[in-house]
């Protein structure tokens, strides 16, 4: 395998990363994502700031200064870390983009997520062909993606250890 392609796979598992666990309710009808309506940027703002997105395996953080993303994924051999930005596009689409380290090499992913409200439930997307899941029931259940997004930077500390383990075997 050459770098090139071990990176863009580190990139596509590190984007997938986010939408590896999904709520395990039914997958809404295409009738209801017409219906829905895109979150408004002050929502996904309000949800995405200053919090971590626990992933089964790593976790970003949205931070508010700069709009600064950092994430880390992986354990061991397989651990990479991310650092980039976060921003919000017209239609209730978040963002972020970020270099991605690995013991291989460093890569740049774009990830975007879509996020529409019926009533008072939210559906997710990874884009440009995943596919839509409640994202946040009314009320929020346990299995809920939203329920991993955490206030506070959940990322930090490990982040900065996967960095130094990676700057080691260099």
Same mark, same amino acid.
């Given at each position: 395998?050459?770098?090139?392609?071990?990176?863009?796979?580190?990139?596509?598992?590190?984007?997938?990363?986010?939408?590896?666990?999904?709520?395990?309710?039914?997958?809404?009808?295409?009738? !209801?994502? /017409?219906? *829905?309506?895109? $979150?408004?940027?002050?929502?996904?703002?309000?949800?995405?700031?200053?919090?971590?997105?626990?992933?089964? +395996?790593?976790?970003?953080?949205?931070?508010?200064?700069?709009?600064?993303?950092?994430?880390?994924? %992986? /354990?061991?051999?397989?651990?990479?870390?991310?650092? %980039?930005?976060?921003?919000?596009? +017209?239609? %209730? @689409?978040?963002?972020?983009?970020?270099?991605?380290?690995? #013991?291989?090499?460093? *890569?740049?992913? $774009? !990830?975007?997520?879509?996020? @529409?409200? /019926?009533?008072?439930?939210?559906?997710? #997307?990874?884009?440009?062909?995943?596919?839509?899941?409640?994202?946040?029931?009314?009320?929020?259940? /346990?299995?809920?993606?939203? !329920?991993? $997004? &955490? @206030?506070?930077?959940?990322?930090? *500390? #490990? $982040? %900065?250890?996967?960095?130094?383990?990676?700057?080691? #075997? &260099?």
């Amino acid at each position: 395998m050459t770098i090139a392609h071990g990176l863009i796979m580190v990139a596509a598992l590190v984007g997938a990363a986010g939408a590896a666990t999904v709520a395990a309710s039914a997958a809404p009808s295409a009738a !209801t994502i /017409k219906q *829905a309506e895109p $979150l408004s940027n002050e929502d996904l703002y309000r949800l995405y700031s200053q919090r971590s997105w626990i992933w089964k +395996d790593g976790a970003g953080y949205f931070a508010v200064p700069q709009r600064r993303f950092s994430a880390w994924t %992986g /354990k061991g051999r397989n651990a990479s870390y991310g650092v %980039g930005s976060w921003f919000i596009t +017209d239609a %209730g @689409r978040l963002c972020f983009k970020a270099d991605w380290y690995a #013991k291989i090499g460093a *890569a740049p992913a $774009l !990830t975007c997520f879509s996020h @529409r409200r /019926k009533g008072n439930v939210i559906f997710q #997307k990874r884009e440009p062909k995943g596919d839509w899941y409640v994202f946040a029931n009314a009320p929020v259940r /346990k299995g809920d993606e939203i !329920t991993k $997004l &955490r @206030r506070g930077d959940y990322v930090v *500390a #490990k $982040l %900065g250890k996967v960095e130094d383990r990676l700057a080691l #075997k &260099r």
